[in-house]
């Protein structure tokens, strides 16, 4: 093994360590029905690929899901309900994403409101204000959603699909990811980890990408990228410190290794 070959595979065990740290989520499962076995699987998926998954179900989602069906299909018992929470901090604190498998729309609406009366809009808020990657299915509150046409659920009059959407837009301003339940899982990986191989890595038309040749990349750099816009491309050889590879998670900087 050469020098470039033994630098590598440093690169490849400290990223997947760092990936191995940061898989820890919590996942909030309210009382929308619409897309849920396409949002089970897609759990399972995260679970099968090592993610620590803290599992709620709201009050709604207690009732229509129930907490057996869950954890039967998950194969966990770390399910808790609701009204069995006492404080909230444990779910926030030192995960690496908020997902919600079955948004609802009266909690979607809320949320984009500012509303935090329960305990998913509280939970939301506090995860939204830390800055931490929120994805979530929009199948259950998606009024345009076909499903809901073959269930007769599509007689709103236009002002108010128009303004449910409008609300939708709201929470994607504020950093929420809403994607289809069948996409859960690759949202998720592609929110959590910026760190990417050149051939693997999505294109952004809205960004442009820097080639940085530095040896060294710093936090600095990684601030002046997000505040230009910009997917970062580095040498396989570079090395990130440790306040570099934070600040990309933190500020969700792309990072293309070569």
Not at 1 to 8: H, P, T
Not at 13 to 37: H, N, W, Y
Request: net charge positive; hydrophobic share 40%.
């Amino acid at each position: 093994m050469n020098a470039e070959e033994w630098l590598n595979s440093i690169v490849e065990e400290v990223l997947k360590r760092l990936q191995k740290r940061m898989k820890r989520a919590t996942v909030l499962f309210t009382g929308g029905a619409i897309g849920f076995p396409e949002a089970l699987q897609q759990i399972k998926l995260l679970q099968d690929n090592g993610w620590d998954l803290n599992i709620l179900l709201s009050n709604s989602a207690e009732y229509v899901l129930t907490p057996h069906l869950i954890k039967e299909q998950l194969g966990t018992s770390r399910v808790y309900v609701e009204k069995e929470i006492k404080e909230l901090s444990s779910f926030y604190e030192g995960v690496s994403a908020f997902i919600v498998p079955t948004l609802t729309l009266n909690t979607a609406v809320k949320i984009a409101l500012g509303i935090a009366d329960t305990m998913a809009t509280n939970l939301a808020s506090n995860m939204i204000m830390q800055g931490i990657p929120f994805i979530a299915a929009k199948d259950s509150c998606d009024l345009q959603n076909p499903i809901r046409s073959d269930l007769g659920l599509n007689k709103a009059p236009k002002a108010y699909l128009d303004k449910m959407g409008e609300h939708l837009r709201t929470l994607e301003s504020y950093g929420v990811k809403l994607v289809d339940a069948k996409n859960l899982y690759q949202a998720v990986q592609m929110n959590v980890f910026t760190f990417s191989n050149q051939k693997n890595q999505a294109p952004e038309s809205n960004k442009q990408i820097y080639e940085d040749k530095k040896k060294v990349l710093t936090r600095n750099d990684i601030v002046e990228a997000r505040q230009k816009e910009m997917i970062l491309k580095i040498p396989s050889t570079t090395i990130l410190s440790p306040l570099a590879l934070e600040a990309a998670r933190e500020l969700r900087v792309k990072i293309i290794r070569e």
